[in-house]
Structure formats: C-alpha cells, structure tokens
T-cell receptor, first 114, second 110 residues
C-alpha cells in the first residue's frame, strides 16, 4: 500500500518558470490537501479538495492553482514561480475530511526558486 | 497572527527525561486537537488527538487540552533517542481546515 505519493522529491526553478507538483493517493480518500512548510511558520494550508471536481482555498492560496479531476490525483500548479515560493510542500489526504480523521501525509517536495 | 502558537525550541533533553511541549490557540471554535510527529525529511504522522478538554494517554505519551485557557500540552515520559523529532500541534473547528503550530524540535540525548 503506497499511501500518499508525491513527485518530484526535489526541484529547482528559476523565477517565472511554471511547474506542477504531483500528488496521488491509493486509499480512496475523498479529502486531499496541499500544505507548505517554512521555518518558524509551520504547515500552512494552500488548497484543499473534498472530492473530484471540488476545490477550495486555504490560508495561502495566491500563486497556486489546483484541480481534482479524479479521486486519486491532486496536482498543485505554480504558474509563475517566485523566490517566496521556496518551501517544502506536503500533500495530505483523509477519508472524508471530517474533524476526527487522521491526515496521511506524503514525504514532501523540496522546492527552490532562484 | 497564527491561530495556533507554538514555541519552536529547540529542546534538548537527556534520555529518560520528561518532555513537555505546549501550544496556545486563539479560535474558541476549535474542537479537535492533535499532535503530529515529523522525523527529518519525512511527512508528519498523527501521534495523538483529543476532543474538547481533558487528558488522553497512550503509552508514554499524554495529551492535555484546557479549553478555558486555550492551552494544549503533550508530555513524553521516559524519553528515548527515537523520540527525537519535530512535534506539531494542530487544531480545527468544524470545517476542513486544520491549523498547525510552528513545531518544536526535540532532541533526546543518549
């Protein structure tokens, strides 16, 4: 059972470049989310989805786009990368997103924007 | 201001000591309180969760919530080097957004 799989593990971009961070889960979870983790700031929610075709903004959505065409996949797109988006990105999922559910995290993508 | 505040430490203790970790939160609507553990270069994993006020014990770990003071605590008894990690507190109300503290990095010295 793979759980939550994120690719790539590391990425270096130049300012203005675009890229997509991939996230896939094989647990049939309806709820998926993206967080960024920065020193001293903890994990901050970027976007989340409660099912295929449904997405919503989190705490820090600017500069990021998401879509959810299937239950399994929840890609995060950076349209025009900026140095402020240098961070570690985590994808997380749970069965339905209810309050008492455990979030399963991927192993993260370390992104540097030069 | 973040909804959940946590002292980032770092915290270094000798093996066998009690580790005490604390967070405060500002949103009175928060009902669920969690502690996640994150090893270096890994994603966080749920350690414990509690609902509303009270204590919850799981082996060497005890989580406490005091809603009157908006205070969350995690205690680790008989700490082991394998407990060395970053510990993140988290809280949520009745929506889909989980708010995390900054995380406290703990090192247990053998």
């Amino acid at each position: 059972n793979a759980g939550v799989t994120q690719t790539p593990k590391f990425q270096v971009l130049k300012t203005g470049q675009s890229m997509t961070l991939q996230c896939a889960q094989d647990m049939n979870h309806e709820y998926m989310s993206w967080y960024r983790q920065d020193p001293g700031m903890g994990l901050r929610l970027i976007h989340y989805s409660v099912g295929a075709g449904i997405t919503d903004q989190g705490e820090v959505p600017n500069g990021y786009n998401v879509s959810r065409s299937t239950t399994e996949d929840f890609p995060l797109r950076l349209l025009s990368a900026a140095p402020s988006q240098t961070s570690v990105y985590f994808c997380a999922s749970s069965y339905s997103g209810q309050m008492n559910e455990k979030l399963f995290f991927g192993s993260g993508t370390q992104l540097s924007v030069l | 201001q973040k909804e959940v505040e946590q002292d980032p430490g770092p915290l270094s203790v000798p093996e066998g000591a009690i580790v005490s970790l604390n967070c405060t939160y500002s949103n009175s609507a928060f009902q669920y309180f969690m502690w996640y553990r994150q090893y270096s270069r890994k994603g966080p994993e749920l350690l414990m969760y509690t609902y509303s006020s009270g204590n919850k014990e799981d082996g060497r770990f005890t989580a406490q919530v005091d809603k009157s003071s908006k205070y969350i605590s995690l205690f680790i008894r008989d700490s082991q080097p394998s407990d060395s990690a970053t510990y993140l507190c988290a809280s949520r109300s009745n929506d889909y957004k989980l708010s995390f503290g900054a995380g406290t990095t703990v090192t247990v010295r053998a």
